[in-house]
């Protein structure tokens, strides 16, 4: 996978600088969420139902992210899952997500981490050009990152993609919304694809799914519903690693839906998936 072209940066910056600051955000948060994670968590808020839980640790995560970008990049924008938007004048936006993966936070699975990514041009997924980006997993200290044109790396050592030689021979990855309209669309869909892969895992942190496939972990992920904190970080690992990240019809990866994998495996899939309306343009769009 050829990486994007690399847009002008500010002055004396770097994607190097910018990664490593991104890891040591990541691994600073994370230390935070895992030291102060009581035996007991609490919901403090939902957000698109009910069923999506906001802890008090995702908004500390998240203040601790923005009061460290604010003391090292003054004059970057940031976009958190959690707290307001902040403008910026340096042309990068800081994209977070200081929970990826709240719900199993909040049972204790393990499978959650820090995201944080940084970006060039409007923060808009469709539109900008992720330079760097690092994902945390909190539970168990895996770390991986990456810069345009660096590659990606999982606790130092170089990752990529698995090799797997069809979607049949395939472990593939992918998450639910939390919409009981959309969940039961997506079982419509998943029901599909299903026959024909080896079979699926579906691990409840987009960020870590990514990475997963990044490092042939899994071979191939879609998910429709990713918001730009969830992806950001973990689709520059994957792209980095040597994956195509994507849409259907044509269209970039988003929320209408995000598939990643090697290339042949990706054109199968997304075959699959559009046959399929899994992103639904052919329906009515549910919030």
């Known amino acids: 996978m050829i990486s994007p072209a690399l847009p002008e940066l500010p002055d004396g910056v770097t994607v190097t600088a910018l990664r490593d600051l991104a890891v040591r955000l990541a691994t ?7 030291e102060g994670r009581p035996d007991r968590v609490v919901v403090a808020a939902t957000k698109s139902s009910e069923v999506d839980p906001v802890t008090v ?11 460290m970008i604010a003391a090292e990049r003054p004059d970057d924008a940031i976009m958190g899952e959690e707290g307001d938007d902040v403008p910026g004048t340096s042309g990068l936006t800081w994209v977070l997500d200081p929970i990826d993966g709240t719900v199993n936070y909040l049972y204790g699975v393990a499978s959650w ?11 808009e997924p469709a539109t900008w050009t992720v330079l760097a980006g690092c994902v945390h997993s909190v539970a168990d200290g895996r770390t991986w990152s990456a810069g345009l044109g660096e590659g990606a790396t999982r606790d ?8 797997a030689t069809s979607l049949g021979a395939s472990l593939l990855g992918t998450g639910f919304g939390y919409d009981a309209e959309r969940r039961a669309q997506q079982g419509r869909v998943l029901a599909q694809v299903l026959p ?4 699926i895992r579906r691990l409840g942190s987009a960020a870590i799914d990514l990475c997963l496939l990044a490092d042939g972990s899994i071979d191939v992920y879609y998910e429709r519903g990713l918001n730009p904190w969830d992806m950001a970080a973990g689709a520059v690992v994957a792209t980095e690693a040597g994956a195509v990240v994507t849409g259907l ?11 990643a994998g090697p290339a042949d495996l990706v054109a199968q899939l997304a075959e699959i998936l559009e046959a399929a309306d899994a992103d639904g343009a052919g329906l009515a769009e549910i919030p």
């Open 28 to 34: 600073a948060a994370g230390a935070l969420v895992r």
């Open 57 to 67: 640790m995702d908004r500390a995560s998240e203040e601790l992210l923005r009061e």
């Open 113 to 123: 981490a820090v995201s944080v990514a940084v970006v060039a041009g409007p923060p």
């Open 156 to 163: 130092g050592t170089p990752v990529h993609v698995g090799s």
């Open 196 to 199: 024909r892969i080896r079979d």
């Open 249 to 259: 019809r044509g269209g970039p990866a988003g929320n209408a839906m995000t598939v």
